[in-house]
């Protein structure tokens, strides 16, 4: 059998969690009372964006150790599977690097890793084509080969409400933070294809960016309707009420999926973002 492992910061749905053979190494999150909590599910989201929107520092989110893969891998040898790993984008965090050294550990394990290159759910949609192309026959080499061109067409973008969380985060410079913190100015950002969070666009007030933002899905190569597109939203779903009706009844596209943003990238996104994940024509 071939196993498929990725990290949190995936936001796997509770669906996605219980597929066959899909593994889930959790990254933490630590408070600034020093208290830490695993996103493997035991704080519910809504329950992290609550508790974060109270907190007067941002909390610090941490790679999972290689001694986690390294337990993952090992099992899956002495179960004599092989193994694709699909990680968080490296220049986003060290999860990827830390993937490679639990693999060079653990002698003649079978274990093919991919940078996705991008986080959440655009993650996600490459662990969802890695089972789908597990129950086509492909070996765990031929699947990761796949991802490895899939990735390159895999767009995220969004509206946050301030860039204040990116910045403090260290995902931002401060200087981009402060031009697209003025006042009543929305942020649009984009995750594309080199694996950087840019702020791309903004507007004025969230009817503004929300135009901005579906500019960006144009300008990003648009929607390839065979692998459908997924609605992110951080701590308000009904915000993604508009780009649902903006996809569904201007662009005519129908297969889409909801999913909320989990604590690990929530911690640097803050509340009120919303955004769409796709995957761009051919």
Known sequence: MIRIVTDSAADLTKNELYLPGVYVVPMTVTFADGTGVEDDGSMTRDEYFTRLAGESKLPRTSQPSPE?????????????????????????????????????????????????????????????EAVRLRTEGLSAAEIAEELEHLKERVRITAIVDSLHHLQKGGRLPKAVALVGGALGIKPVLALREDGE??????????????????????????V???????????????????????????????????AQIGPTIGTHIGPRAVGVVF????
């Open 68 to 128: 986690s893969f390294m337990k993952a891998f090992r099992d899956a040898q002495e179960a004599g599977d092989e193994v694709v790993v699909i990680t968080i984008s490296q220049t986003l965090s060290g999860t990827w690097q830390c993937a490679k050294l639990a693999a060079a550990e653990v002698e003649d394990a079978q274990v093919y890793i991919v940078d996705s290159r991008t986080a959440t759910q655009g993650e996600a949609l490459l662990v969802r």
């Open 197 to 222: 969070i840019k702020m791309v666009d903004k507007g004025r007030g969230r009817p503004g960016a929300l135009v901005a933002m579906f500019k960006q899905i144009d300008k990003l190569g648009g």
């Open 224 to 258: 390839d309707p065979r692998y459908g597109y997924t609605l992110l939203y951080s701590d308000d779903r009904q915000l993604a009420a508009p780009v649902h009706h903006y996809m569904h009844e201007t662009l005519h596209l129908t297969g889409g999926r909801v």
């Open 279 to 282: 995957v761009t024509k051919e």
